[in-house]
């Protein structure tokens, strides 16, 4: 193989991560695979962890994470407040853990949104091809044109900042790439003789579709939700950030960092605990989606990592 | 063959003084715990402007040959015995240094695809001249590009001049092996390894490279060491011929000799189309039964008796599976098979 | 060269035609009163119906289209919907302070990915090849604005080298210009350089067991040779790949770091842009984005043909 083919290959064809359908199938997602690959568990338990702590922050957090006053205003870490206090007095670690639970849960919702309309784009452009497909390709392909984040950011811009528009801001973005994956592996399998055999049976496309193309979708959908989240919650966390987000003074990961922007010689501790949150829960899902993704295909991890 | 048949009316290559003699070279490579010999305690000579060819099958040990000449045998492979003597210098034990100022110098390897084996972003000027620039030559660009220039006429190069600036993959593939072979001309090596240089190329442009190749070692004196697998190009330049099976020279003499009376059961074999170089074998071949063996299991004794008609025509003799054959190498025609003589060969 | 060169430019701009007919249907699509939405509370439905006149925005939806098409054809990014003035003027005072950061932070994700890259995958398995898989991944999982709040935290806060951020025009006083951009583009280099890197390591991996490697040591070339006119120059090759999709990623960070070291770009119009719900403004910001996208990729791929003259076939 020649250097350009070795860089076309590694070329993602939409978006910052996809993946090609291996020539040889696909192989299951199992629980023991999961354990017995370093990285996907070591990913599976820092995502564990964020996710258990979202699921604690519904029911306790050490202080009223909206209450003012509950030490004095910039208090460095100690033992009552983990992490400090902010300008008002407010607990940090409280906010960190109420705000895993908008960061999470838009980065779930948006990628479930995607995921289905994705997967309906995907399935039926790819099976019945022809002019369809030809118009869904070529969509994907001007949309490339523009970085997801500014995409995200200008239909916010449409329905103005809240945790609502981020969910439906990067649903709308995530859905084309799992359009694309979709179709491509609709298009793989399409002439596959159990297909074609279905086909001969007068099974109803809706039939065809759901029960002998879809599943073999689905390890590498997995694959691609774990990528999609991970970078869910990384734009979740960037479009908190630029104040478009959730309003204050409800916390979330990306209207922590600004507070710390705000104060950062009065109180450096103040972004500390939200960004080194969103490190841990992305890093933890990109292990857990590379390890899926070698897990799926045993090849895709040797070239690059 | 009335070619060679002018040249070296049966004589000699000692005589006339050997450019390379080889004694006892073992190729090792690390296998399962253990360590498996590519090629094993292989000796040989090549005279000046000789054209060798070394004959086998592919995994017989003659492209590691000629890799361990060039010192390039891929980790963990190891030369792990035998000497090499080459200008005076036993290349097997020579430091890295000094063997890279003799590579492309002293003795250059020509390969199949000559593609393959050039910079894909650089032009044809630009790698040629490097040879030289890098064994410490010119450093002018002027004479460096009339160099190349002179170089690429003499392998017959047709629009030399503008060659130079063009890619690799702008070049036919006739073209392109030319290249090759001026890179590997252009420091005036006295040995060449060319480890089947033709056999991409279509039957034309061949027969002009083999032309070119023996009249480069009419004219320069240079010796050729021409690993194929193929006869008819053997029989077509070469003088002499050793042919390879399992790590070992299994027979060695000049063309006609072998040719015309070949002692090794495994020769006779080869040339009588029974056992095809390469490609599967026909499927009557009931003559030569099973694969060529592998490195890792090379059969006792003599390598070949599994596969050998001679061997179940006398009766599976004993001697064939526990002892290796011996062979006096000054001979100029020998066959290392116990039963040689039975064949009324030539010795 | 020329006649490849024309191509792509020929390929270019239907598909500039095509996002922004995609971007106007985008905007006009999305359900409820996007200008109702940002008078809020206080808009009056006579104060909407004034606003749509005064932008022009009741006429058919085609006029609107061909009025916005054909000013951008000209240069005209059309007016803001807040304030009724022309975008042009703004975007052109913001492009300079842009552009310098893009250029300065590509400089340092080539300078870190493309030794990092290069170091690991020659000498595979050493020290340094160790470090860079954890830490390429421990990068890709590190949102920009945490590195660049990192930065600022040591940088300015702790070590107190640097201010915070903000701004200084290159012709101004370049010694500061350059001092102030250090940071911001340091940080979008040690985002992007990870994925450069990687790609680097395993390009130059490749390479070395590349017959024309094998080969280059064959004739005897000195190993300073083998590395740079061998290795380097065609794992040069991915990098200008990378950097063309790695462009995306690029801007979409800049657009961050631009709002978190105060940098007045075009990435801070757009976010003002969209806080303020200004969609006329953002619409056409986007398609500049995606112009600049579109037209540096155009550079990277000349470039890529100019330096493997294998992609020109």
């Known amino acids: 193989m020649n250097v350009v083919d070795t860089v076309n290959s590694m070329k993602p064809r939409f978006g910052r991560r996809t993946m090609s359908v291996p020539a040889g199938g696909v192989r299951a997602i199992t629980l023991r695979a999961i354990i017995g690959h370093k990285r996907a568990l070591l990913g599976a338990i820092l995502t564990a962890v964020v996710v258990l702590m979202a699921i604690v922050s519904v029911f306790w957090t050490p202080f009223d994470p909206m209450a003012f006053d509950t030490g004095e205003p910039f208090t460095p870490p100690d033992f009552a407040h983990p992490m400090g206090t902010d300008v008002y007095g407010r607990d940090i670690l409280s906010r960190i853990m109420a705000g895993s639970q908008v960061s999470l849960m838009v980065a779930a919702a948006a990628v479930a949104g995607a995921l289905v309309m994705g997967t309906v784009i995907g399935l039926v452009a790819g099976y019945i091809g022809g002019v369809l497909d030809l118009a869904v390709t070529r969509v994907v392909d001007i949309l490339l044109a523009v970085p997801g984040l500014v995409f995200a950011l200008g239909i916010v811009a449409l329905l103005g900042p809240s945790a609502q528009s981020v969910t439906i801001a990067l649903s709308v973005v995530y859905t084309w790439q799992f359009a694309r994956i979709v179709r491509s592996v609709v298009v793989s399998v399409r002439s596959r003789s159990y297909v074609e055999a279905a086909r001969g049976l007068d099974a109803s496309p809706l039939s065809i579709m759901v029960k002998d193309i879809l599943p073999s979708v689905v390890p590498i959908l997995i694959v691609q939700v774990t990528t999609a989240l991970a970078w869910g919650i990384l734009d979740e966390a960037s479009l908190g950030f630029l104040g478009l987000g959730v309003q204050p003074p409800d916390p979330s990961w990306g209207s922590l960092l600004i507070e710390g922007r705000q104060y950062l010689y009065d109180a450096p501790w103040l972004p500390l605990g939200a960004g080194t949150m969103v490190v841990i829960a992305v890093l933890g899902v990109n292990l857990l989606g590379d390890g899926l993704r070698e897990i799926v295909d045993p090849r895709a991890g040797r070239s690059t990592s | 063959m009335t070619k060679q048949q002018q040249r070296m009316p049966g004589s000699d290559p000692l005589r006339d003084g050997a450019v390379l003699d080889v004694r006892g070279l073992t190729v090792e490579f690390p296998a399962r715990g253990r360590n498996v010999r590519a090629v094993d305690n292989v000796s040989f000579t090549v005279g000046r402007g000789e054209i060798i060819g070394l004959v086998g099958e592919s995994a017989s040990g003659k492209s590691t040959l000629g890799l361990a000449l060039m010192r390039m045998i891929p980790a963990p492979g190891v030369v792990s015995a035998g000497t090499i003597a080459f200008g005076g210098r036993d290349l097997a034990s020579l430091p890295e240094a000094e063997m890279r100022e003799l590579r492309g110098k002293a003795l250059s390897l020509i390969v199949q695809d000559a593609l393959a084996t050039m910079n894909p972003v650089t032009t044809i000027e630009e790698q040629i001249t490097e040879v030289i620039r890098d064994h410490g030559g010119d450093r002018s660009r002027k004479s460096l590009r009339a160099r190349a220039t002179e170089m690429l006429r003499e392998v017959r190069l047709p629009n030399a001049e503008q060659s130079l600036n063009r890619y690799p993959h702008q070049l036919s593939g006739g073209m392109q092996q030319r290249v090759a072979i001026a890179e590997g001309l252009i420091l005036g090596p006295e040995l060449i390894i060319a480890d089947e240089p033709t056999t991409a190329l279509d039957v034309t442009v061949q027969a002009q490279i083999l032309a070119l190749l023996r009249d480069i070692c009419d004219t320069r004196g240079t010796s050729i060491i021409f690993v194929t697998h193929d006869l008819a190009t053997v029989a077509e330049i070469c003088d002499r011929v050793m042919v390879m099976y399992a790590g070992r020279i299994v027979e060695s003499g000049t063309v006609s000799a072998v040719f015309s009376k070949p002692a090794h059961p495994y020769t006779k074999a080869l040339l009588s189309g029974l056992l095809p170089l390469s490609g599967e074998p026909p499927a009557e071949l009931e003559a030569l039964p099973g694969q060529p063996p592998r490195p890792d299991a090379w059969p006792t004794g003599c390598r070949f008796h599994p596969r050998c008609p001679l061997w179940r025509a006398l009766g599976e003799p004993e001697i064939c599976t526990t002892t290796d054959p011996e062979v006096d190498e000054s001979d100029s025609h020998w066959a290392a098979c116990h039963f040689a003589d039975l064949e009324g060969a030539g010795r | ?313």
């Open chain 3, 1 to 313: 060269m020329i006649r490849y060169a024309i191509n792509r430019i020929l390929i270019v701009i239907p598909l500039l035609l095509a996002l922004s007919v995609l971007l106007f249907l985008y905007v006009h699509a999305v359900p409820g009163d996007p200008i109702a939405g940002m008078l809020g509370p206080n808009g009056s439905p006579e104060l909407i119906a004034q606003l749509r006149a005064e932008r022009g925005l009741d006429r058919p939806l085609y006029v609107q289209y061909w009025d916005w098409i054909s000013g951008l054809a000209q240069g005209d990014l059309g007016i803001s919907l807040i304030s009724g003035q022309q975008i042009t003027p703004v975007v052109i005072n913001r492009i300079p302070a842009t552009f310098q950061l893009t250029f300065v932070s590509l400089f340092f994700t080539v300078l870190i990915g493309l030794p990092a890259g290069f170091l690991a995958g020659k000498y595979r398995g050493s020290w340094i090849d160790k470090i860079l898989s954890p830490a390429a991944l421990l990068g890709l999982s590190m949102p920009v604005f945490w590195i660049g709040t990192l930065l600022i935290l040591i940088l300015a806060v702790q070590l107190r080298w640097l201010p915070t951020g903000g701004y200084i025009p290159f012709a101004q006083s370049p010694v500061d210009s350059l001092r102030l951009t250090l940071m911001p583009a340091l940080a979008l280099g040690i985002h992007l350089s990870p994925f450069l890197a990687r790609m680097v390591r395993a390009t130059t991996i490749e390479l070395q067991q590349e017959q024309f490697v094998v080969q280059a040591r064959m004739k005897g070339l000195r190993s300073r040779t083998i590395t740079y006119r061998y290795l380097l120059r065609n794992a040069i090759v991915p990098v200008l790949v990378v950097l063309g999709l790695q462009l995306g990623t690029l801007l979409g960070g800049q657009v961050i770091v631009e709002q978190l070291f105060n940098w007045p770009g075009v990435g801070r119009l757009l976010v003002e842009g969209a806080i303020q719900r200004d969609y006329l403004m953002v619409q056409s910001l986007i398609l500049v984005v995606a112009t600049i996208y579109v037209i540096v990729n155009l550079g990277v791929e000349l470039l890529h043909a100019w330096l493997d003259p294998r992609v020109r076939l």
